[in-house]
Nanobody
Protein backbone atom coordinates (compact mmCIF):
# COMPACT_ATOMS: atom_id res chain seq x y z
CA UNK A 1 0.00 0.00 0.00
CA UNK A 2 1.33 3.41 -0.94
CA UNK A 3 -0.08 6.67 0.36
CA UNK A 4 0.63 10.02 -1.28
CA UNK A 5 -0.32 13.14 0.66
CA UNK A 6 -0.63 16.55 -0.95
CA UNK A 7 -2.23 19.94 -0.51
CA UNK A 8 -0.05 21.52 2.15
CA UNK A 9 1.24 25.04 1.94
CA UNK A 10 1.58 28.43 3.59
CA UNK A 11 -1.58 30.16 4.74
CA UNK A 12 -2.45 33.03 7.04
CA UNK A 13 -4.22 32.48 10.33
CA UNK A 14 -7.94 32.12 9.74
CA UNK A 15 -7.38 30.65 6.30
CA UNK A 16 -8.15 27.21 4.96
CA UNK A 17 -6.45 24.31 3.24
CA UNK A 18 -7.59 20.95 1.95
CA UNK A 19 -5.22 18.02 2.23
CA UNK A 20 -5.59 14.97 0.02
CA UNK A 21 -4.16 11.48 0.34
CA UNK A 22 -4.28 9.07 -2.57
CA UNK A 23 -3.85 5.35 -1.93
CA UNK A 24 -2.63 2.71 -4.31
CA UNK A 25 -1.75 -0.95 -4.19
CA UNK A 26 -4.34 -2.17 -1.74
CA UNK A 27 -8.02 -2.37 -0.85
CA UNK A 28 -8.64 1.20 0.19
CA UNK A 29 -12.31 0.78 1.01
CA UNK A 30 -11.47 -1.81 3.69
CA UNK A 31 -9.07 0.46 5.61
CA UNK A 32 -9.64 2.85 8.44
CA UNK A 33 -7.88 6.07 7.45
CA UNK A 34 -6.47 8.82 9.62
CA UNK A 35 -4.48 12.02 9.65
CA UNK A 36 -1.69 12.73 12.11
CA UNK A 37 0.66 15.68 12.40
CA UNK A 38 4.17 16.18 13.67
CA UNK A 39 6.02 19.20 14.94
CA UNK A 40 9.77 19.04 15.69
CA UNK A 41 10.40 18.22 19.31
CA UNK A 42 6.97 16.69 19.81
CA UNK A 43 5.47 13.27 19.29
CA UNK A 44 3.32 12.56 16.27
CA UNK A 45 -0.19 13.73 17.15
CA UNK A 46 -3.54 12.28 16.14
CA UNK A 47 -5.75 14.68 14.17
CA UNK A 48 -8.71 12.74 12.74
CA UNK A 49 -9.85 9.26 11.73
CA UNK A 50 -12.61 7.91 9.53
CA UNK A 51 -14.26 4.51 9.23
CA UNK A 52 -14.31 2.40 6.08
CA UNK A 53 -17.68 3.70 4.95
CA UNK A 54 -17.05 7.25 6.11
CA UNK A 55 -19.99 7.07 8.48
CA UNK A 56 -17.95 7.43 11.67
CA UNK A 57 -15.30 10.03 12.38
CA UNK A 58 -13.16 11.01 15.33
CA UNK A 59 -11.25 14.24 15.93
CA UNK A 60 -8.67 15.55 18.31
CA UNK A 61 -10.15 18.15 20.64
CA UNK A 62 -7.75 20.75 19.27
CA UNK A 63 -9.26 20.56 15.76
CA UNK A 64 -12.87 19.66 16.48
CA UNK A 65 -15.24 22.07 14.76
CA UNK A 66 -12.51 23.35 12.42
CA UNK A 67 -11.30 20.26 10.54
CA UNK A 68 -13.34 17.71 8.61
CA UNK A 69 -12.11 14.33 7.46
CA UNK A 70 -13.81 12.64 4.52
CA UNK A 71 -13.12 9.92 2.00
CA UNK A 72 -14.06 8.89 -1.51
CA UNK A 73 -13.65 5.13 -1.86
CA UNK A 74 -14.24 5.34 -5.61
CA UNK A 75 -11.16 7.55 -5.88
CA UNK A 76 -9.11 5.72 -3.22
CA UNK A 77 -8.66 9.01 -1.44
CA UNK A 78 -9.07 10.58 1.97
CA UNK A 79 -9.24 14.31 2.61
CA UNK A 80 -8.77 16.75 5.46
CA UNK A 81 -10.55 20.07 5.13
CA UNK A 82 -8.92 22.53 7.50
CA UNK A 83 -10.74 25.78 8.24
CA UNK A 84 -9.95 28.66 10.57
CA UNK A 85 -6.33 27.61 10.72
CA UNK A 86 -4.20 28.71 13.64
CA UNK A 87 -0.42 29.07 13.94
CA UNK A 88 -0.41 26.07 16.29
CA UNK A 89 -1.69 23.94 13.41
CA UNK A 90 1.71 24.32 11.73
CA UNK A 91 3.13 20.83 11.26
CA UNK A 92 3.88 18.10 8.78
CA UNK A 93 0.63 16.23 8.17
CA UNK A 94 0.62 12.51 7.48
CA UNK A 95 -2.13 10.22 6.27
CA UNK A 96 -2.20 6.69 7.61
CA UNK A 97 -4.02 3.43 6.93
CA UNK A 98 -5.15 0.75 9.36
CA UNK A 99 -5.64 -2.41 7.32
CA UNK A 100 -7.56 -4.16 10.10
CA UNK A 101 -10.40 -1.83 9.17
CA UNK A 102 -12.09 -1.57 12.55
CA UNK A 103 -12.45 1.94 13.91
CA UNK A 104 -12.30 1.30 17.64
CA UNK A 105 -13.04 4.01 20.13
CA UNK A 106 -10.09 2.93 22.23
CA UNK A 107 -7.25 2.75 19.73
CA UNK A 108 -7.79 5.06 16.76
CA UNK A 109 -5.47 7.73 18.17
CA UNK A 110 -2.46 5.46 18.63
CA UNK A 111 0.33 5.77 16.08
CA UNK A 112 1.03 2.04 16.37
CA UNK A 113 -2.53 1.24 15.26
CA UNK A 114 -1.67 2.21 11.69
CA UNK A 115 0.21 0.06 9.21
CA UNK A 116 1.00 2.39 6.32
CA UNK A 117 1.98 6.04 6.22
CA UNK A 118 2.25 8.69 3.56
CA UNK A 119 5.31 10.86 3.15
CA UNK A 120 3.83 13.94 4.80
CA UNK A 121 2.87 17.38 3.58
CA UNK A 122 3.95 20.62 5.27
CA UNK A 123 1.31 23.02 6.55
CA UNK A 124 2.51 26.41 7.77
CA UNK A 125 0.13 28.92 9.30
CA UNK A 126 1.43 32.44 9.74
CA UNK A 127 0.07 34.80 12.38
Amino acid sequence: VQLQASGGGLVQAGGRLRLSCAASGGSFSTYVMAWFRHTPGKEREFVAAISRSGGTTYYADSVKGRFTISRDNAKNSVYLQMNNLKPEDTAVYYCAADIRGILSGGTYYFVDQYDYWGQGTQVTVSS
